[in-house]
């Protein structure tokens, strides 16, 4: 029995690392008529993926999912529904009848595909891959159908917050044009922030912003100069009082020079070096330094700040990563051995160094931390 409960858990395991390492678009599914679909079709897409049910509490959910159809197909949005029998019996029939249901009663005219299990030993392997990805991060208990989940659930499984199973009909998962796995939502969310969701990924400029992540790990790989010389056009197009530009900008491709500097802080820090098994250089491994000046008797943060930010949205948008640096700086300012590295630098006497960003091709993918939204509020 141990060993047969061993193996269980070895092949769980391995089917999380599996799915894990894929990628949405090898999947292939099988429509309401039966034939395969891979998800490639979708490729450069937002899709809101959601398992169904048409005799469910949330069933009338159907006609809010046909609006923010109607609303943002045109703009690249497609909503793949996934008809589920596995909680109280509530897709009963056929994937024929289930679909006439849903076009009688609700019109809808996104894809529905045939019907699929999402939990268990006959979960359809594109549920594995997203709940590998996005796990359950527990009900709204603001919310009255919330709570009756949890309690509901409770009963069945005292651990069931811990698992990443699907709960219930309508589950949603959000996943980005490059087929990143963005959000996944309980059946009670507010469709009006998932609407927000939605717009915030069907535009670039929003999806970039959304995307990016602070980047610790880099490649050891040099970004392009063309790359650079771009990036730092877009920063130096960043708004400033006036226009008075009140910045020096000084872009590291010196290898030795970064290097160099490192040595010194290896020689000033081996304790803290030591302890990072992957160190190769103080801003955190970045092949690439951008380096911004502001005047030295202050003044000019805020606008530095604006070129800052366009700075790194440009290099997530080219495929780069990102990490702004304050400790790298406070050690070359305030140590006469990296002296070196500012002279090297050129830095106008009256101008100081502000900030490092650290650039390069990622190595990482982190995720996105939480944001309080209760610190935003909206005075009408």
């Known amino acids: 029995m141990k060993r047969n409960s061993l193996i269980t858990c070895i092949m769980l395991v391995f089917g999380v690392l599996s799915a894990a390492a894929q990628d949405i678009y090898n999947f292939t599914v099988k ?59 509530q897709a009963p029939g056929t994937i024929a009848e289930i679909h006439q249901f849903c076009t009688a009663n609700f019109n809808i005219r996104f894809p529905q595909f045939d019907k699929i299990d999402v939990n268990g030993d006959n979960e359809a392997p594109l549920y594995t891959f997203l709940k590998a990805k996005k796990g359950f991060a527990g009900f709204d208990q603001s919310n009255q159908m919330g709570q009756r989940l949890d309690e509901m659930m409770k009963r069945q499984d005292p651990d069931y917050a811990s698992k990443s199973s699907i709960k219930w009909n309508f589950t949603k998962f959000l996943v980005s044009r490059d087929g990143r796995v963005i ?29 990016r992540r602070s980047i610790r790990k880099y490649l050891d790989r040099a970004v392009e100069h063309e790359k650079l010389e771009a990036i730092v056009r877009c920063g130096i197009n960043a708004p400033s009082g006036v226009n008075r530009q009140p910045w020096v900008i000084r872009v590291v491709e010196d290898a030795k020079l970064i290097a160099d500097v490192t040595e010194v802080y290896k020689r000033e820090n081996p304790e803290q070096v030591s302890r990072d098994p992957n160190f190769k250089n103080m801003f955190r491994n970045a092949p690439n330094l951008i380096c911004v000046c502001t005047p030295a008797k202050g003044g000019g943060e805020v606008d530095a700040g604006l070129l800052g930010e366009n700075i790194m949205l440009a290099a997530q948008a080219m495929g780069l990563g990102t990490c702004c640096l304050g400790g790298p700086v406070r050690f070359i300012n305030g140590n006469a051995n990296a002296k070196f590295f500012l002279d090297k630098l050129e830095i106008p006497s009256d101008f100081k160094l502000n900030y490092i960003i650290a650039i390069g091709y990622p190595d990482e993918q982190p995720e996105a931390k939480p944001r309080d939204a209760s610190k935003v509020k909206f005075i009408r």
């Open 31 to 89: 429509n309401d008529e039966g034939q395969d679909v891979s998800l490639s079709e979708y490729r450069g897409k937002v899709l809101l993926i959601v398992n169904t049910a048409t005799r469910c509490g949330f069933t009338p959910q159907y006609k809010e999912l046909e609006a923010l159809y109607e609303k943002y197909s045109s703009q690249g949005l497609e909503i793949l529904d996934f008809p589920c029998n596995q909680f109280g019996q």
């Open 183 to 211: 959000k996944r939502y309980e059946p009670m969310d507010d469709m009006a922030a998932i609407e927000a969701d939605i717009l915030l990924e069907l535009n670039p400029v929003t999806s970039c912003i959304m995307a």
